[in-house]
């Protein structure tokens, strides 16, 4: 079957089989920050925008992705690299795997909260899964990242 | 993963009805379950089409389409400010907001899994499942019958002044539950569900005067139920954690009423 849709700004056509995923779809158009960690939709590692919200691409069919926008890391450079320097900041990566689902999820909530306390930005979280960091790092990075706004009007 | 030939977005639920009838087909929600099962089937019947992503709310009930998303059931204000916090607490732990974002109330409830946190909730209000050919029928009895191909089309919550509260006892903050308890009540009732005992929810109802305390009347509730054993938790384990919750949750109803 044939969809159309459009993929960090720019409007695809694309062959898809029906049961085909969203994840398998990104790939093969050379997404490749978009990782599959688990497969079982718990590690968030292949979190994309579809229509702003965050989805897990590995358990979302391609065929419902027709008229929509998807956007993954690569559509996002500036604000990845924005974030990416806050985690940086905090040694809060070690294998990096992780960070591309992280950074898409951030952003989701970025959008989505009007608050950001610890709690809520925790469970806002807890479907992004890290083997190495132990959390704490990436937390502070978060934090800092959320709050960087009031930052600057400080200074 | 689930493998499929051919996915049909059905335009009417008439439509998707006609193509459930066949034993090679399979109604496809959020996805999030069938994704984790190792079937072939012929056709995946999309319901995403319908228009059932909604929660409307009228004086009476909260209307809610079988495709709204757990996440939306979270943050839904009307639902938040009619029963405070039970639908935060109940689908907090679920895996993640991603996840949430995908799986729907319509996958939850017709699923009917034991450990489902959404049934367990939904149980212990005054429910109804609305199928496209069964009709309105109370979501006690939906969770007796077989599993048929009729289709959830909506569930309906009334607003009959039950006030209710929930709670979970997981192994890991995202996992399954280990226990999931649920109590509503009314001046004299207590409605009490509790799923993932390891089976699916039950209910029981029980008059406030039927025991002289909180504590009696939370062994009561518990005695009711069956419990097993599976590698979350023993029997007994579920048991004492669901005497233990109720009797919480009992509480603090109790306190809300001041
Ligand atoms: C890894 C994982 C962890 C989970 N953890 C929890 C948890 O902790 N607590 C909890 O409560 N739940 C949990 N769930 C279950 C989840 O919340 C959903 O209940 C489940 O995914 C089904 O919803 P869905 O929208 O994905 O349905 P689908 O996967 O699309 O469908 C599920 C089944 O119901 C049928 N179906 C769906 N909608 C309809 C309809 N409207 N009419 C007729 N048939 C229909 C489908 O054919 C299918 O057989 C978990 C699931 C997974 C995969
Ligand atoms: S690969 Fe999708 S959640 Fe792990
Ligand atoms: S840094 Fe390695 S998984 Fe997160």
Known sequence: MQIEFTLNGRLIYEETSDDETLFHLLRRKGCYSVKCGCETENCGLCTVLVNGVSRLSCSYLAARADDCDVVTLEGVQKEAEEFGSFLAAEGAEQCGFCSPGLIM???AMEKELDSYEKEKVKEYLAGNLCRCSGYMGQLRAVEKYLSRGENRNEC | MIKFKNYVKAESLEEAYNLNQKKSSVIGAGMMWLK???????????????GLDGIEETDEEFVIGAMCTLRQLEIHEGLNEYFPGLFKECTRSIVGVQFRNGATA????????GFSDILTCMLALDTYVELYKGGIIPLEEFCRQKFNRDILVRIRIKKDGRRALYASSRMTKTDFPLIACCVSATDETYYVSVGA????????????KEASGLKELAELAADHFHYGTNQRGSGEYRKHLTEVYVKRLFMALEREEG
């Open chain 2, 36 to 50: 984790v099962q190792s079937r072939i089937k012929m056709t995946l019947v999309d319901l995403s089409g319908l």
């Open chain 2, 106 to 113: 319509g996958g939850s409830i017709f699923g009917r899994f």
């Open chain 2, 197 to 208: 005992r390891p089976g699916k929810a039950e209910l029981t109802v029980i008059k406030r």
């Open chain 1, 105 to 107: 999820n951030v952003l």
